[in-house]
């Protein structure tokens, strides 16, 4: 079936420091993926996605490659700000089934 | 840009009372989803809709039912509230081929 792990948080960094959270998929076939971002009390918010192997998505400073040979997706920020304090989750859509990663917590202190 | 409302962003209820939260899409998105969020759970899928009338179960549906009579509109019902049920609910959309959108989530708590 599909599935998503993504690393377990919480993760805490100060600000200016480098950021990767590490999300690996299984699935058949050719899944599209995704990052999303939850800031405190509000809903997800599509951060970036990918949707064939190799693409990069990137938003907001933030960068994911598609990684088949791997089934990977990791997120990576060069210098975090306070402002990225938030709850990140990697996702994947086969079809028209759609997984969640349990989600990483990122605190960045100043 | 697409829009997913909800219909209450914090609500309270007691026990035993039944509860409806609503969910209203504006892009004419064929599939709907209810979501419950809970610390260290992650994201958990009660129950979905991909057509008018049409429901699914997800991975949790004990416990509440939905409506879905309008395409734009998709309605989670607590039948009869309990403690357990305190939580954030999500409700998300999209097409069969696109990336899931969000409304901001109702806060449930139930005393």
């Known amino acids: 079936g599909n599935s998503v792990t993504q690393m377990e948080g919480p993760v805490t960094l100060s600000e200016e420091a480098f950021l990767t959270i590490n999300c690996t998929y299984t699935a058949t076939g050719y899944p599209s993926l995704f990052w999303y971002v939850q800031y405190p009390g509000e809903g997800l918010q599509l951060l970036l996605k990918?949707?064939?192997?190799?693409d990069k998505g990137s938003n907001k400073g933030f960068e994911a490659t598609y990684r088949k040979e791997t089934t990977s997706f990791h997120l990576e920020k060069g210098s975090v700000q306070v402002s990225d304090s938030a709850v990140y989750f990697c996702a994947l859509r086969n079809n028209n089934d759609m997984r969640f990663g349990a989600g990483t917590r990122l605190t960045v202190k100043p | 840009d697409v829009k997913v409302t909800q219909s209450s962003r914090y609500l309270v209820k007691r026990t035993g009372e039944k509860v409806f939260l609503e969910c209203v899409q504006d892009m004419d998105h064929e599939n709907m989803f209810w979501y419950r969020q809970d610390p260290g759970l992650g994201l958990r899928l009660i129950y979905f809709?991909?057509?008018?009338?049409?429901?699914e179960k997800g991975d949790i549906p004990e416990g509440y039912s939905v409506s879905r009579e309008k395409k734009e509109r998709f309605s989670l019902i607590l039948e009869s509230a309990s403690t357990n049920q305190t939580s954030m609910y999500l409700c998300?959309?999209?097409?069969?081929?696109?990336?899931?959108?969000f409304g901001p989530g109702t806060r449930l708590t139930v005393l």
């Open positions: 990918a949707t064939k192997a190799d």
């Open positions: 809709s991909y057509d008018v009338k049409m429901k």
């Open positions: 998300a959309s999209r097409r069969t081929v696109s990336e899931q959108f």
